[in-house]
T-cell receptor
Framework: DAGVIQSPRHEVTEMGQEVTLRCKPISGHDYLFWYRQTMMRGLELLIYFNNNVPIDDSGMPEDRFSAKMPNASFSTLKIQPSEPRDSAVYFC?????????????FGSGTRLTVV | GEDVEQSLFLSVREGDSSVINCTYTDSSSTYLYWYKQEPGAGLQLLTYIFSNMDMKQDQRLTVLLNKKDKHLSLRIADTQTGDSAIYFCAETLMTTDSWGKLQFGAGTQVVVTP
């Protein structure tokens, strides 16, 4: 398995534009997580899915953020409109139902810069 | 990650041992993890310990667990420059019987100097 795949690796956009981040989890993993990492706030859990259904989106900063998981192999995190304070590294992670010995597997992240 | 506490920074000389400490909150946590994040990369699972153990050794890595004090530590023997990274402690929050949500600490920046 190629691991958790995120795209793009880097994204630079202008304030007000729509940004879409993409994630392909590991096949067979039932859970998918979106995290945001900044120097000020560290790792923040934004939302997670179980079997493609959003379970907890309490970490989503505001209505400008939305996430979908249309099928077991794909998820998107969308920011519309984007703002400079959204600049961060966004990670996707996936896990089996029982995380056990393997924990979460993280993707390499998308570095978002909003100018 | 506010409920899992770690020191923010550790400087160590090459060849010495590093000890990174963590305190966690959920006494029912079954698995506790250490993740490593190198610059520009995602978090990589380094090692873990099951809650019925008090020590686990894996090559240069030794994990110690004190359940009474909810204290977890990671010792890296013979620290190398390649060990320079951010190390995250994570606990499982057993909110249901079927799975555990991970709660991460803020991370400890380890800098290895020659």
């Amino acid at each position: 398995d190629a691991g958790v795949i995120q795209s793009p690796r880097h994204e630079v956009t202008e304030m007000g534009q729509e940004v879409t981040l993409r994630c392909k989890p590991i096949s067979g993993h039932d859970y998918l997580f979106w995290y945001r990492q900044t120097m000020m706030r560290g790792l923040e859990l934004l939302i997670y899915f179980n079997n493609n259904v959003p379970i907890d989106d309490s970490g989503m900063p505001e209505d400008r953020f939305s996430a979908k998981m249309p099928n077991a192999s794909f998820s998107t995190l969308k920011i519309q409109p984007s703002e400079p304070r959204d600049s961060a590294v966004y990670f996707c992670a996936s896990s089996q139902a029982r995380i056990g010995d393997y924990g979460y597997t993280f993707g390499s992240g998308t570095r978002l810069t909003v100018v | 990650g506010e409920d899992v506490e770690q020191s923010l920074f550790l400087s160590v000389r090459e060849g010495d041992s590093s000890v990174i400490n963590c305190t966690y909150t959920d006494s029912s946590s079954t698995y506790l993890y250490w993740y490593k994040q190198e610059p520009g990369a995602g978090l990589q699972l380094l090692t873990y310990i099951f809650s019925n153990m008090d020590m686990k050794q894996d090559q240069r890595l030794t994990v110690l667990l004190n359940k009474k004090d909810k204290h977890l530590s990671l010792r890296i023997a013979d620290t190398q420059t390649g060990d320079s990274a951010i190390y995250f402690c994570a606990e499982t929050l057993m909110t249901t019987d079927s799975w555990g949500k991970l709660q991460f600490g803020a991370g400890t920046q380890v800098v290895v100097t020659p």
